[in-house]
């Protein structure tokens, strides 16, 4: 997923969680625990402290512990192997953080696919089934990276093992249904976790997931910017990205003064011409990422007549000028590695820039040190979309109607049981199921209580009944934007 793909890691939060707006706040049917309500502190069912059962896990030890009404809050770090396949050579310290409610509960499983926050927050499916949450930071993003780091071992299926592991160490404890998420390359996480280990977990919650089957073939997303939004909205964002590639020379100057004012450097991409012009071909694509067509009256409207500093403040506002610096790019390498290697990245022709760009959308290999080595592997998604459409059992995707990542997604086929997709009308990369149509979002939330375990008995009566167990908490629930990235999957 190319350079564009900036936008996976927000989503860890972006979708995982709901909003004040479009979530229905419905109070939580079962009633807590008497030992948890009593005490908090003990895990129900037991005068055992949680904590000491989870740190009895061998590889298990605590970093902190942070309070949270009505929670308690762990971050921690797992001893993992290194490679799966050779535990005995070496291994690494995973961070996990665990959001615990009570033993009596279904677990959420959720990973963003890159770094894990260590403030309190929970997923959308967690409030949905009043329920435990475990959040993973995926290997090699740091400081969940092995030292030395063995590149070689960062793929789809050494992630989804540890997940296997970290499921099978807490499983014992927290013995109800579980439920794995994630967003963008969370959702794709969590897809591949299933592939490689089906029988673990009692249903997937996917959100705005790319699929990129035949990574040469993109033609859909050249669809998609055709129609995307307005004729309007379309022609705005074109304008003023041809005209920051018209008008390189003056705003690269402004780039440079930037880049040496905050001690940016080029050495990944190459140069400072290659950044430039990676930022400007994301616009576009970033816009549609994480706006909507009501937010096009902060585009200029007339492109070719706006003072130079008009076009940098929007190409910086949604694109972001520090990104393919060295210091920008520092934190994704191994996202860029995995869509240089199995995820595959998108690529679009941009016909109304003609013949301004220099370099095209560049390829992931371009976002990643030259010391490591990369090799493309076309056959890993290939497999994993024949698997979804074969084999997905209790599998929910929701996409946004106007979000890039969409075009190529994951489908079902003949061989998929109790399993959805699902589409927000005029969503973006934040899209849930808090924002989808009525009968969608009664569907979608019935199915995910049902397969937690806890669907109440009006919602097995009749769907339209289904509403989130827990209530809507401004802090718990709300989106953490100090994570967030504009772009990437």
């Not at 993109?218 to 990205?241: H, M």
């Not at 009006?458 to 994570?483: I, M």
Request: hydrophobic share 35%; charged share 20%.
């Amino acid at each position: 997923m190319r350079k564009a793909l900036r936008g996976f890691l927000s989503l860890a939060v972006l979708i995982g969680t709901v909003s004040a707006t479009g979530a229905s706040a419905g109070a939580a049917t079962a009633a807590e625990p008497t030992a948890f309500r009593n005490t908090a502190g003990r895990d129900s069912g037991t005068s055992t402290d949680i904590k000491d059962r989870i740190l009895a896990i061998p590889g298990m030890s605590l970093i902190e512990e942070k309070p949270y009404a009505g929670y308690r809050y762990f971050i921690l770090n797992y001893t993992q192997p290194i490679d799966h396949r050779h535990p005995s050579k070496g291994t690494f310290q995973q961070r996990i953080t665990l959001l615990h409610k009570d033993t009596s509960r279904p677990t959420v499983f959720y990973t963003s696919g890159y770094n894990v926050s260590t403030n309190p927050s929970r997923s959308e499916p967690t409030r949905i089934v009043d329920g435990n949450q475990v959040s993973l930071e995926y290997r090699f993003f740091t400081p969940s990276r092995p030292a030395p780091a063995d590149w070689s071992k960062l793929d789809i299926w050494q992630a989804a093992s540890d997940q296997h592991r970290v499921f099978t160490a807490l499983k014992q404890i927290y013995t109800k249904n579980w439920l794995a998420t994630g967003g963008s390359k969370g959702g794709m996480t969590a897809t591949y976790f299933e592939r490689f280990y089906p029988k673990d977990m009692d249903g997937v919650v996917a959100y705005v997931a790319p699929n990129d089957v035949v990574n040469k073939e993109d033609s859909a997303y050249d669809r998609f910017f055709q129609g995307v939004g307005t004729k309007e909205c379309r022609d705005k964002l074109n304008g003023v990205q041809r005209e920051a590639l018209v008008r390189r020379a003056p705003l690269e100057k402004k780039y440079q003064e930037y880049a040496a004012a905050n001690g940016y450097t080029f050495d990944t991409v190459g140069s400072l011409d290659k950044a430039y012009e990676a930022v400007v071909m994301d616009y576009v694509w970033a816009y549609w990422q994480y706006s909507l067509v009501s937010d096009c009256d902060t585009i200029p409207a007339d492109a070719k007549n706006a003072p130079d500093q008009a076009i940098w403040d929007s190409i910086d506002s949604i694109s972001g000028f520090s990104f393919y610096t060295d210091q920008g790019l520092a934190t994704y390498t191994p996202y860029y590695y995995q869509a240089g290697t199995q995820l595959g990245s998108p690529d679009i022709e941009q016909p109304w820039l003609g013949k301004l760009s220099r370099y095209g959308y560049q390829p992931p290999r371009n976002f990643v040190p030259r010391s490591i080595p990369m090799k493309f592997q076309p056959s890993v998604m290939r497999d994993v979309d024949s698997w979804v459409k074969h084999h997905a059992d209790h599998m929910l995707y929701v996409y946004g109607q106007n979000d890039p990542w969409g075009a190529e997604r994951f489908r079902l086929g003949a061989g998929a049981r109790d399993s959805y997709v699902m589409t927000v009308a005029g969503g973006n990369h934040g899209s849930n199921v808090a924002g989808l149509a009525a009968d969608d979002n009664a569907k979608a939330t019935a199915a995910i209580l049902r397969w937690a375990g806890v669907a109440p008995a009006a919602v097995q009566e009749g769907q339209a009944k289904a509403k989130p167990l827990a209530k809507f908490d401004a802090q718990l629930d709300k989106r953490d934007v100090t994570s967030e990235r504009r772009l990437r999957p």
